[in-house]
C-alpha cells in the first residue's frame, strides 16, 4: 500500500499543473508538488489533514488575491462556497503578475479535486496578437479571446461531466447487480402501470410469468385473478399512501408478501415481492400449536372435574340398575348410563383435540397408504356405496401416517353418512404446483347446507343430531393447521367435496449403513431401538452414559452415526456429545416435552426425534437429519 501511495505520488509531481484533492471535511488528502511551488507554500499546508481554510487564509494574508478589507469574511465566503460542491472554472491574474486558471470538479465520493493551470504566456500571447495585428478588427479580437475561455471552460465541463457519468454508470450496475442478487422480485411501474424497471426475479416468486416485463402492464404481467388481489393496494400506492399485504397466487399456489412504496418523484410506484410459502406453512402449525396448547389448558381443569362427576354417575346409576325397580326406572337408568359413556367417549375426543399431539411426518409411500385406508374404509361402508381410491402422485412423500389416516378415514365416514343407502365416494390424491399434495374427497350425498359450509370445521358442530359429535371435521381441521396445511369445503353439481391440503415435501433417500452407536441407559428400550437400527442395515454398539459412549467413539473412529437419549446415566445429559464428540454426527432422541430446558438445548443443535416412535420415524429422521448435516 505505501509503494503504491509512492508510485501515485511520484505521478502526480510529474504534473505540470498544479492539483489538489479535498474530501468532504474540505481537509487536503493529496497535493503535487507544482501546487507547492506556485503557491509557495509551508510544508503545514502541504500535508494530508490541513484545511482548505487554512490555506486560503494563508494565501490571503500573503497578498495572493489583492487588498482585502475582512479576512475572515472573505475566507468564509470561500468556504462556502467549496462546500457547494459544484463544478466550476475561472481565471484570475495573481500579486506577482502571473495569470492562472482554476478548474475545480466534485467528486462521486465526496470532496472535489483541483486543477491549477499558469496560462501567463497564452495570456501574453493573446495580447501580442491584439497591439500587434492591424489586419483583424477589435470585435474579431475580442470573440477570439472569447471563444479560447469558453473553450476551456467548455473543456472542464465536459470533464466533470465524464466523471459524473462514470459514477453514475458504476452506481447503476452495483444497484443492477445487488437487486439480481435478492431473493425477491423488485420493481417500478409508472404511473400508467407499466413496468419501467425490474430486476426479472417475477419468475421465481410467483412460476409461469415471465421473466422480461419492461414495458408491460401490470395487469398484463400478472393475470386477472392476481391482479384483482393487488389493485386495492396499488390505487392506495398512486394516492401516496405505502401498503404491505399476502395474497395466495391462484396460479401457482404460492403465498406472496408484497410491499407497494409510493415513488414521490414520478408518480409510479416501487414493488417489492417475496415468496413466503414455507414461512406462512410454518406460521399457520405454530399457530396452531398454541391454541391447542391454550386449548389445553382451558379444558383439563374441566375435564377432570366432568370425568368425576361421570364416574360418580355411572355408579350411582349401576347401583339403581340392580334394584328391584319397575320397567319404566330401568328404562331410566339405561338411557342415563348411555348419557354417561356418550359423555366419557365425548372426554376422549377432546382429549385427543388438545392433547399435546405433535405432526410427525416420516417416509409414506402414498400407494400402499391408501391402499390400507381403502381396507379400512371399506369394512364400514354399506353395500350400496363404494369407494374409489386414485393416486396421481409419484414417489415417497413426508407425511404423518397417524394423522393422515385418521383425517382421511373421518372424511370417508362422513361422506358414508351422507350418502346414506347408496351413493360414491372418490378419494383422489394430486399434486399442486410443487408445493401442496391435496387430498379430495368428493361424494353424491346431499351436500353441504349454507350454515354447514360457514360452521363445519368448528368443534361440536354437527348436522347429525344425537349421532354426532360434532369433532370430526375439526380434527381434520386440526390435523392440516398442525401440518400448515388447509381445509377447504364446497359442493359439486352432484353432492360435497372437502379438499385438504398439506405441503409437499419429497422424502430423502435411506440413510447409507453404518457403524452406529446407541447411547441409551434403559435396557429394555435400548434392545428394541437396536432392532429398528440392524433392520435398516446398521450395526449397533452400545453405551448408557456420556462418558462410556465417548471413550467408545475415541476409540472408533469408523462410528458414523451417534443415536442418543437426552437423560442417560450419570449427571451429563446427551445434549453434551456434540460438545464432547465435536465433528462427529449426533442424532438426539427423547420423551421429555418439547418445553423442557433439555428439550430446547437439544433443538438448538438440530431436528429431535421425539418418542415414541416406529422404525419408519426412525429411518426417517435419521434421513432428513443427513440431508440436513
Known sequence: MRQTDALTQAGLNLIQQALTIYDSDLRLAVCNR????????????????????????????RGEYGEIDDIDSFVAERVQVALAFEPHYMERTRA???????????LAEGGWVTVYTDITDVKAQEQLLRTRSELLSEEVLARSEELAATNRQLAATISALEETRRALTAMEARTRLTTEMMPAHIAHVGPDGRYTF?????PSVMPGRPAEIIGLHISQTLGPDAYAKVLPHLTMAFDGVQSTFEFTDADSSRRIRAVFTPDPSGGGVYILSLDVTEETQARVALQQTRRREIAAQLTSGLAHDFANLLTIILGMQSKLGRLPLGDEAQAMVKATLQAAQRGGTLLNRIADMTGARNYRPEPLDLDMFLADVSTLASSALTGGVTLQVDNRVPGPLMLDPGMLQDGLLNLILNARDACGVQGRIVLRADEVKDTWVQFTVEDTGVGFSEEALDKALNPFFTTKGAEGSGLGLAMVYDMAKLAGGTVRLGNTGSGARVILRLPLRRAGSPAEPSLVLLVEDDADLRATIRDMLTELGHRVIEATSVEEAVLLAEGLPEIGLILSDIVLEGDTPGVALAERLP????????????????????????????????????AGHLAATRHAA
Do not use: W
Open 198 to 202: 425490474s430486476n426479472r426475479k417475477l
Open 96 to 106: 506577482n503578475g502571473r495569470t492562472i486558471s482554476v478548474e475545480g470538479a466534485p
Open 583 to 618: 465433528g462427529r454426527r449426533v442424532c438426539l432422541m427423547t420423551s421429555l416435552p418439547a418445553q423442557h430446558p433439555l428439550y430446547r438445548q437439544a433443538a438448538e443443535q438440530g431436528p429431535v426425534l421425539p418418542k415414541p416412535f416406529s422404525a419408519a420415524q426412525l
Open 34 to 61: 507544482r501546487f507547492v511551488e506556485m503557491f509557495d507554500l509551508p510544508e503545514a499546508l502541504t500535508r494530508p489533514g490541513a484545511g482548505f481554510d487554512e490555506t486560503i487564509r494563508h494565501l490571503a494574508l
